[in-house]
């Protein structure tokens, strides 16, 4: 198949890009490189060197002899060439993962929160409005979030997507199928909340073929293909706003930092190995739904966790210690989370669960690179709302106080 990977940079795009292009398809990455610019606004950086994009393209072809094919292309404000791209390259399957992914981040500022909003809903429309405009039948595999069914402990297990309800008519009690209800808990959840809609609407009204992946909190750092040379090394992000919680853990845990717990650690999430994100979207991608069909959507995960429980099992490997913190999100101290992963299971997903080698491997990645880490950008500071901003801890280890003196 000839595939674009839009967001291919990214931390899932690059893995999946490798995976995919192992398996033999032409593989296209379109991205305009604004993770990268993010860094630079942050003051921050992969945990792991990256090389640009072109020369991780040249390496690939040099270790496999496979081409990778990278177009630097803005999808949310480049509509026009987005559409010609499209109309010329006419790409049979498109994974769209090319958004502003991190939650703190959206809530950092007003100006964050209007360029997530505005860039990832522009893309994703744009990309939409030129699928339709360009007659291309290509099956769009879009990256979403379990973050769109939001975190309150309902009991009972998250479908795949759609739920069952009833409701009451003059002629008496109707059963309908419904996108289940979102709940986002930050700015960037809500756009993923919006997708939801757009794809909607354009399944139904267009029949476009589209699959929507609603995906857990992602950890690990390898893949088989990125482990094949040093300069195929995935990002790792480990600021407080774009590391993800139990490699944010494995982080701490290496460079003898304390693990940040948020409240009180009660957050149950949804998490999965980017082995299995990869072959999840390889899955995916076999499994197109035909024009006319509703959005298929999967719930991209393979086991839940409380945050708590997670920092126990690093500090109980690792021997670091834990410190809990303020929450800067607004969000339930305390939930749980059962979700259903019937569909990728019965595609012969063989889930890679939490287990120490892994973990492990984490922290090996983490002590290689520990001199890279900044640790004034370890604690999450991005408060979701004024007066939480108020109560939250910019020096877990107390270093400015034992600086004092
Ligand atoms: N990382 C996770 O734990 C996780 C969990 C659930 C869902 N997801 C979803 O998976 C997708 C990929 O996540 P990631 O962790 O790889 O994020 P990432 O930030 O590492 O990668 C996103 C890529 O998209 C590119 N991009 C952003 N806006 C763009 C635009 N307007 N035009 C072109 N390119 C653009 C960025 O430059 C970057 O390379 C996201 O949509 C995210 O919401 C990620």
Redesign the pocket.
């Known amino acids: 198949m000839k595939i674009a990977i ?9 893995p999946a890009t490798l995976h995919l292009s192992d398996a033999g398809h032409e593989v296209h990455v ?9 860094d630079t606004e942050l003051g921050v950086q992969s945990l792991t060197p990256m090389d640009s994009i072109q020369e991780r393209c040249r390496i690939w072809r040099e270790v496999t002899g496979r081409t990778i094919h990278f177009h630097l ?6 509509y026009d060439r987005l559409k010609a791209w499209l109309a010329e390259h006419r790409p049979d399957a498109i994974v ?7 939650a703190p981040y959206s809530m950092k500022s007003d100006r964050h929160k209007v360029y997530t909003v505005t ?2 809903t ?2 994703t429309h744009n990309l939409l409005a030129a699928m339709v405009e360009t007659g291309i039948d290509a099956h769009l595999v ?6 769109v069914y939001g975190y309150s402990s309902v009991r009972a297990p998250i479908p795949e997507g759609y739920l069952n309800i009833r409701i009451d008519t003059p002629d008496g009690e109707r059963a309908q199928e419904i996108l289940y209800p979102t709940r986002p808990g930050s700015v ?1 959840h809500m756009t ?1 909340s919006l997708d939801q809609i757009l794809f909607q609407f354009y399944a139904q009204n267009d029949g476009l073929r589209i699959t929507d ?7 690990g750092t390898h893949t088989s293909q990125t482990a094949l040379h040093p300069q195929l090394v995935n ?1 790792f ?1 480990y600021d407080g706003d ?1 590391g ?1 919680v139990l490699n944010r853990f494995l982080i701490q845990a290496a460079i003898g930092y304390p693990l940040t717990v948020h409240g009180t650690g009660g957050q149950t999430r949804a998490f ?1 190995h980017i082995r299995d ?1 990869v072959r999840c979207i390889e899955l995916a991608l076999s499994d197109a739904p035909a024009a006319g069909d509703r959005v298929k959507i999967f719930n ?1 995960m393979t086991e839940t966790h409380r945050v708590r429980d997670l920092a126990e099992m690093v500090a109980r490997l690792t021997g670091a210690t834990i410190a809990t913190l303020p929450n800067p999100r607004k969000e339930a101290p305390e939930n749980d989370l059962v979700v259903k992963n019937d569909q990728f299971l019965a595609l012969g997903l063989n889930p890679t669960v939490l287990a120490e080698g892994l973990l492990e491997e984490v922290v090996d990645v983490a002590r290689k690179f520990a001199h890279r880490i900044d640790r004034s950008r370890v604690p999450a500071v991005s408060a979701w709302t004024r007066d939480l901003g108020a109560t939250v801890e910019h020096d877990p280890e107390g270093r400015s106080l034992k600086s004092v003196s």
């Open positions: 839009l967001g291919g940079d990214g931390f899932c795009g690059w379109v991205d305009n490189l604004s993770r990268r610019w993010i292309l803005d999808l949310a404000k480049e769209h993962l090319a958004e502003q992914r991190a860039n990832n522009c893309a879009h990256l979403g979030t379990m973050g960037y993923k992946l609603h995906q857990g909190i992602v950890w990002r992000d774009y993800t999965i994100s991209q």
